[in-house]
């Protein structure tokens, strides 16, 4: 008994510390490959005395090419629709575009927002001031590729303007790391259930042993 109350915490710290090292292991990889996609949602406000305008568009970009420490993609823009009061030249045109992004740089020293070192996994925030005014940006990131983020401008009596964009689509799975916790979550729960199980069996089987028939004392005759 002492035996099985040993093994099984052990054999359960062993499973735990081989699940993080895939974790760990797989978040230093990339996540894509040649030919997989992102589909972004981008909603993009303005408000001013004169005019509120509201853009919405659909961005898609594909990964066309990787050389390391550079990422090559291709990008679409589509599916725009505005609303309200919009000034010539701030609607974005429909059409392809390209793109590249260092992938060995942490947010705050990247030129480009959709892809970053892939052992980010977090949020990036930044204020700064200006002539303009004030404005705030906050980035997401699940193993270096963008799954939400905001830039928000504050220029006071001019006005406000806040731009929207969010991961809606993706051939890459398991970007989101809240999956990872879920994941842990069910191994731990299974192990301990595990652990459980197989020690309320060793007790009943202990319990319900018959006890061996004593003998009668031998008699010398």
């Keep these: 008994m002492k035996i099985t109350y040993i093994l099984i915490p052990l054999l359960l710290l062993l499973a735990l510390v081989i699940f993080t090292t895939i974790i760990v292991g797989e978040t230093q990889q990339l996540a894509y490959k040649p ?37 090559y993609y291709n990008g679409v823009i589509k599916d725009v629709k505005t609303s309200g009061e919009c000034p010539p030249g701030s609607i974005p045109s429909p059409g392809n575009f390209t793109g590249s992004a260092r992938i060995d740089v942490k947010p705050e020293e990247a030129s480009d927002i959709f892809l970053i070192d892939p052992s980010y996994s977090d949020e990036y925030k930044n204020s700064t ?15 270096g590729v963008l799954i939400s983020g905001s830039i928000d401008m504050d220029m006071g009596v001019m006005g406000k303007s806040s731009i929207k964009i969010d991961l809606v689509e993706s051939s890459v799975q398991g970007l989101i790391p809240r999956f990872y916790g879920v994941y842990l979550v069910i191994v731990i729960i299974g192990l301990i259930l595990a652990t459980l199980i197989v020690a309320l069996v060793y007790i009943y089987r202990r319990i319900t042993r018959p006890s061996p028939t004593s003998r009668p004392p031998l008699t010398l005759h």
């Design 35 to 71: 030919g997989d996609y992102f589909v972004y949602k981008v909603k993009m406000t303005t408000i001013s005395a004169n005019l509120t305008c509201t853009i919405e568009a659909s961005i898609r970009i594909e990964i066309a090419e990787i050389n390391l420490p550079r990422v």
């Design 129 to 143: 001031e200006s002539a303009l005014g004030t404005t705030t940006i906050s980035f997401k990131y699940s193993r």
